[in-house]
């Protein structure tokens, strides 16, 4: 069945980094795009970042983007989020997302989207 | 970019009843090439992460109970739960996947029984 799990959560000062992780079971992890999704305490999800199937493309939230470097490593079914100069308003968990992919309709592959798995989270919490 | 707002904040809803929920986009999420509608709707409960319900804005995910349905186009979409279960008491977020360089939830509908 598929599995992601989160990992390299903490508490971690203002202006420092934090490198998170998700390993992917389960499935053709190099076949799918994978999100960073996150959810400050008692707030709605907030879209972090997105990685192609191969790496090539990343796209960022604004509120990220110079800041948070998404990546892979398909050799290791790993997602990676890698964030430097953390602020009070990165507090969140993070949720690594699997984007479903493609579902036959008209007897065509139409992109299906969304996030069709995730895993439970891990906690950041940004304070002095 | 695209903005999601939904409506209403949170409802109250007898078991057995209908629960409607509102989500509508800043721009269209039609995608005239395949005419699919890139708008998902997902049911999150408290202490896990959320589950995907809907995906091209009506067709359910597998393992959907049939309650759950979508309807709309462009930019004004409906989650509907014909008759509201316990177990459906959740925040409710829309999503948009048409814009590829940056997806958007809605702020969530929270759902409660009456």
């Known amino acids: 069945q598929v599995q992601l799990v989160e990992s390299g959560g903490g508490v971690v000062q203002p202006g420092r980094s934090l490198r998170l992780s998700c390993a992917a079971s389960g499935f053709t992890f190099s076949s799918y795009a994978m999100h960073w999704v996150r959810q400050a305490p008692g707030k709605g999800l907030e879209w972090v970042a997105v990685i192609s199937y191969d790496g090539s493309n990343k796209y960022y939230a604004d509120s990220v983007k110079g800041r948070f470097t998404i990546s892979r490593d398909n050799s290791k079914n790993t997602l990676y989020l890698q964030m430097n100069s953390l602020r009070a308003e990165d507090t969140a968990v993070y949720y690594c997302a699997r984007e479903a992919g493609y579902s036959s309709s008209g007897g065509l592959l139409v992109r299906t989207g969304g996030f069709d798995y995730w895993g439970q989270g891990t906690l950041v919490t940004v304070s002095s | 970019d695209i903005v999601m707002t939904q409506s209403p904040d949170s409802l109250a809803v007898s078991l057995g009843e209908r629960a409607t929920i509102n989500c509508k986009s800043s721009?269209?999420?039609?995608?005239?090439?395949?005419?699919?509608?890139?708008l998902a709707w997902y049911q999150q409960k408290p202490g896990q992460p959320p589950k995907l319900l809907i995906y091209w804005a009506s067709t359910r995910e597998s393992g959907v109970p049939d309650r759950f349905s979508g309807s709309g186009s462009g930019t004004d979409f409906t989650l509907t739960i014909s008759s509201l279960q316990a177990e459906d008491v959740a925040v409710y977020y829309c999503q948009q996947y048409y814009s590829t360089l940056l997806f958007t939830f809605g702020p969530g509908t929270k759902v409660d029984i009456k």
């Open positions: 721009q269209s999420v039609l995608y005239s090439s395949n005419n699919k509608n890139y």
